[in-house]
């Protein structure tokens, strides 16, 4: 794929993208290639508001006319709020994963584990080296 | 080593997602899969199903081998032409692979059968044959392509000479003819796995590109073989693997109907099936309508309450209810309400007889 990579995003190695919002919280969803590589979607679970989430946990479950994937988060917080838009459109997740499409924000355990995450480049790398 | 239809390049150039089926790089979809399954409920879409095998039983014999070799009863194919959907068993009452019987004439018969298991199919029906006098011929040399939905007919037969387009659209549902098209060696079957009408194509496989370009230009859509999961889960048709094995019983797979008991007949695993039938069948299939949100999936635990637990044997998304629906073996006794465990939350379920969709139409309350 060619769509270039949103640079102010960062990444993880299970495809779920990260974006820093000026009140410090983080918003979470799934990268353009992991949308592309499920197909069409057509059910989500998000994690509830209040939730304590571990780094690396599964907490999501976004379902395609095939198959149920999990979605973890990239980070260790709270889940401030999810995109409840998603319960009856999970195609936004599709139309328009960085926007739109997005999962859950998060209020983080730790400010600094963002910049630890994956860059738009780690990330574009390591989508080279998979195909 | 995947193997590839004739049809494979193609796939690439048109942007398929390829997937390994039965041995077979075939394409799961070619964009979407939401949108090829509507493209068939709609108005015409085609998929290349050549990976399923063609094989020619013929021979003074023939019909009294099919008599004994399926649980289906070719004697009661009346007409020239005419289809049978049959299970094959083993002497334990499994089901061994499920196909489609055409009886071309008298003493000549087609049978089409699944990718995953051809080559089982074949070892076991050259040994039942025996001392039957006929002669079994697997049919790699033919492609084969569906072409499925209200349109699909009219499409594909208008690319077709006056006299074979005639000969096309006057077939029976469940019917099937040669073409004079390219030495009559173009087979044409009004059958499918999707709940619409349509043909079913065999043709010798260096055609099968030409034909696949010229329905395409006609406006037919190629759909992968994840539509082809959908419709058919719609349409109640069981998958063989997932909704039925050599370990289970066509009496508890809900193709009951497919057994013909009619006296003078010993076809393989009868005696298996008639002991089950004194005892007692003790599970059935049913569909599952999901009242709750979710996605049903296979392989999920129903709960029966005191009738006890089941499983899914095929479940999705269904693209044309918009609701998720499921194919599940249950004990007899199971009432009309189940809760089907799904990452270990009780949803609750409907139970429903299949077919969920047929000719685009909703056959179950919603």
């Known amino acids: ?131 | 080593m995947t193997q590839q239809t004739p049809l494979h390049a193609r796939h690439v150039e048109l942007g398929a997602r390829l997937v390994d089926f039965g041995g077979w790089d075939m394409p799961l979809h070619y964009g979407s899969q939401l949108e090829e399954h509507h493209a068939v409920r709609r108005d015409a879409g085609m998929f290349d199903v050549s990976h399923m095998r063609a094989v020619d039983v013929e021979g003074p014999g023939a019909t009294s081998f099919l008599r004994q070799l399926l649980a289906n009863d070719v004697a009661r194919l009346a007409t020239p032409g005419q289809a049978l959907y049959s299970c094959m068993l083993n002497e334990h009452g499994g089901v061994i692979d499920d196909l489609i019987v055409y009886g071309r004439a008298p003493g000549r018969y087609r049978l089409v059968v699944n990718a995953g298991t051809a080559a089982g199919d074949l070892r076991w029906i050259v040994a039942q044959a025996g001392a039957f006098a006929v002669t079994v011929a697997e049919r790699g040399d033919l492609a084969m392509i569906a072409v499925q939905g209200p349109n699909a007919r009219e499409r594909a037969a208008g690319l077709l000479p006056p006299a074979d387009r005639a000969l096309a659209l006057a077939l029976a549902n469940f019917h099937a003819t040669s073409l004079a098209l390219l030495d009559g060696s173009v087979f044409v079957g009004r059958t499918g796995y999707t709940g619409e009408d349509g043909f079913e194509i065999m043709l010798p496989a260096e055609h099968a590109v030409e034909l696949w370009n010229r329905l395409a230009g006609a406006g037919v859509r190629p759909c992968g073989l994840g539509a082809r999961d959908t419709l058919r889960l719609e349409a109640g048709m069981n998958l063989y693997g997932n909704d039925m094995d050599e370990a289970t019983s066509p009496l508890e797979a809900g193709l009951g109907w497919t057994v013909s008991f009619g006296p003078g007949r010993d076809f393989v695993g009868r005696a298996a099936l008639e002991r089950a039938r004194a005892a007692g069948v003790a599970r059935r299939q049913v569909g599952l309508l999901l009242e709750d949100k979710g996605i049903l999936r296979a392989h999920q635990t129903v709960h029966a309450g005191d009738a006890g637990d089941g499983e899914t044997t095929s479940g999705s998304y269904s693209p044309t209810l918009e609701r998720s629906i499921a194919l599940a073996r249950v004990p007899a006794a199971t009432g009309t309400m189940v809760e089907v465990d799904i990452r270990g939350k009780r949803l609750r379920a409907r139970v429903v007889k299949p077919p969920f969709v047929r000719h685009g139409r909703a056959r179950i309350q919603l």
């Open chain 1, 1 to 131: 794929m060619s769509n270039p990579l949103p640079a102010d995003l960062r990444y993880t190695e299970s495809h779920e993208w990260v974006r820093q919002n000026p009140d410090g919280s983080l918003t979470i969803g799934i990268s353009d290639h992991a949308q592309h590589a499920l197909g069409d979607l057509v059910f989500v679970e998000t994690p509830e508001a209040g939730r304590v989430l571990a780094a690396g946990e599964a907490c999501a479950v976004v379902e395609s006319v095939k198959a149920a994937s999990d979605v973890y988060s990239p980070l260790a917080g709270t889940v401030l709020e999810a995109n409840a838009a998603l319960a009856e459109a999970p195609e936004k997740i599709n139309a328009d994963p960085y926007g739109d499409g997005w999962l859950w924000r998060l209020k983080p355990a730790s400010p600094a584990a963002f910049a630890a995450l994956l860059d738009a480049t780690g990330y574009q790398r390591l989508l080279a080296a998979a195909e």
